[in-house]
């Protein structure tokens, strides 16, 4: 049973619905498949022998055409259902929503490519991002009951990777502007064993009540001159909401609460901007933090952008705050002071 906050339109609860029996049925069918970046996505679907689905993995994860009567009718349903089937030439179909693989298990999520502005993405970000939550959350648990927040949740893959990694009986809010990630979100939620998982659909922290254990976030972190609600961060970088859910975020930590942030930072001529805006708040807050890098260099298609045209890379990186009982006690990472 599902428990929104700000309640979803009745078509949000019939799509996470259709969504839940999907995969429900792919994992009874032992289905599996990782998400690769846009760019290998792009050469693999571009080969000989690639322009039509032959099974689950290339309806599902490599979202290719398909003929009516590949699938059964059980999944076909589900997919009706949620609107999730679109029309391709020579009579062909394609499901509208992905699936994929992580920490062994199941989420939902959109089909490439991921053009429309309400897009749910997932992709290797999600994967790195699930690694460093499991990894921080193993070095330090978190308290028994804990309240878990995934800011700009998408697919809610950081909220639930945490929810399962980080504590006895969590409970896990699930927030995003998006209403469509919201119904994503609470499928997967649902699927993982978290059906009252809270929603709330608003501007990051603002639909939300009260204080947090844990936040976490994946969010837009590219200047994408679409402005596509899953890609663009805003600012001169796409820096602005990553620093938003810093400043925003650390007053709604509970004592020795963590917010953990892994996004992307683009570097200019060997400097860090988003570091550089982060720090002066970072060590006005009194909480000791950790900042890294990740992958040295993602999304290096978008250096021929222009928006980037003085940009030397994008690195992912990643964010670890601590909110302390005495907030006047500052503790810094070496690296950092």
Same mark, same amino acid.
């Given at each position: 049973m599902l428990a929104p906050m700000n309640a979803p339109a009745a078509t949000d609860l019939v799509l996470t619905a259709s969504l839940l029996q999907l995969l429900q049925w792919l994992q009874r069918e032992g289905y599996g498949f990782t998400t690769v970046s846009p760019a290998t996505h792009a050469r693999v679907n571009a080969r000989a022998g690639a322009? #039509?689905?032959?099974? *689950?993995?290339?309806?599902? &994860?490599?979202?290719? /055409?398909?003929a009516p009567s590949l699938l059964p009718q059980e999944p076909m349903d589900s997919l009706r259902a949620g609107g999730l089937l679109t029309t391709h030439e020579g009579g062909r179909l394609r499901s509208a929503v992905r699936v994929s693989t +992580? !920490? &062994?298990?199941?989420?939902? !999520?959109?089909?490439?490519?991921?053009? =429309?502005?309400?897009? @749910?993405?997932?992709? /290797?970000?999600?994967?790195?991002?699930?690694? *460093?939550?499991v990894q921080e959350l193993r070095d330090e648990a %978190?308290? %028994?009951?804990?309240?878990?927040?995934? @800011?700009?949740?998408?697919?809610?893959?950081?909220?639930? @990777?945490? $929810?399962?990694?980080?504590? @006895? +009986?969590?409970?896990?809010? +699930?927030?995003?502007?998006?209403?469509?990630? *919201?119904?994503?979100?609470?499928?997967? $939620?649902? !699927?993982?064993?978290?059906?009252?998982? #809270? %929603?709330? #659909?608003?501007? %990051?922290? =603002?639909p939300l009540q009260g204080e947090f254990d844990l936040i976490v976030a994946n969010p837009p972190y590219l200047n994408d001159g679409e402005e596509r609600l899953y890609r663009h961060g805003g600012g001169r970088w796409g820096e602005a909401l990553s620093a938003r859910i810093v400043r925003e975020g650390l007053p709604r930590l509970?004592?020795?609460g963590r917010l953990i942030l892994y996004t992307g930072a683009v570097m200019v001529d060997g400097r860090d901007p988003l570091l550089e805006a982060l720090r002066p708040h970072l060590r006005a807050s009194g909480c000791p933090w950790r900042y890294r890098e990740l992958d040295p260099d993602v999304f290096g298609e978008e250096l021929d952008e222009p928006a980037y045209r003085d940009a030397e890379r994008i690195a992912a990186v990643a964010l670890v705050v601590q909110r302390q009982d005495d907030p006047m006690r500052v503790h810094l990472h070496p690296a950092m002071a």
């Amino acid at each position: 049973m599902l428990a929104p906050m700000n309640a979803p339109a009745a078509t949000d609860l019939v799509l996470t619905a259709s969504l839940l029996q999907l995969l429900q049925w792919l994992q009874r069918e032992g289905y599996g498949f990782t998400t690769v970046s846009p760019a290998t996505h792009a050469r693999v679907n571009a080969r000989a022998g690639a322009d #039509e689905a032959r099974g *689950l993995r290339d309806v599902f &994860g490599w979202s290719r /055409p398909f003929a009516p009567s590949l699938l059964p009718q059980e999944p076909m349903d589900s997919l009706r259902a949620g609107g999730l089937l679109t029309t391709h030439e020579g009579g062909r179909l394609r499901s509208a929503v992905r699936v994929s693989t +992580l !920490h &062994g298990r199941l989420f939902a !999520h959109s089909a490439y490519p991921t053009l =429309q502005s309400d897009a @749910v993405f997932f992709g /290797p970000d999600t994967y790195r991002f699930a690694d *460093l939550l499991v990894q921080e959350l193993r070095d330090e648990a %978190l308290p %028994l009951h804990p309240r878990i927040l995934d @800011v700009g949740c998408g697919s809610g893959a950081g909220g639930i @990777v945490s $929810a399962l990694a980080g504590g @006895v +009986l969590p409970r896990l809010a +699930l927030s995003d502007i998006n209403p469509r990630a *919201l119904a994503f979100a609470a499928a997967n $939620a649902a !699927h993982a064993g978290f059906g009252r998982a #809270e %929603l709330a #659909e608003g501007d %990051l922290f =603002q639909p939300l009540q009260g204080e947090f254990d844990l936040i976490v976030a994946n969010p837009p972190y590219l200047n994408d001159g679409e402005e596509r609600l899953y890609r663009h961060g805003g600012g001169r970088w796409g820096e602005a909401l990553s620093a938003r859910i810093v400043r925003e975020g650390l007053p709604r930590l509970r004592p020795q609460g963590r917010l953990i942030l892994y996004t992307g930072a683009v570097m200019v001529d060997g400097r860090d901007p988003l570091l550089e805006a982060l720090r002066p708040h970072l060590r006005a807050s009194g909480c000791p933090w950790r900042y890294r890098e990740l992958d040295p260099d993602v999304f290096g298609e978008e250096l021929d952008e222009p928006a980037y045209r003085d940009a030397e890379r994008i690195a992912a990186v990643a964010l670890v705050v601590q909110r302390q009982d005495d907030p006047m006690r500052v503790h810094l990472h070496p690296a950092m002071a």
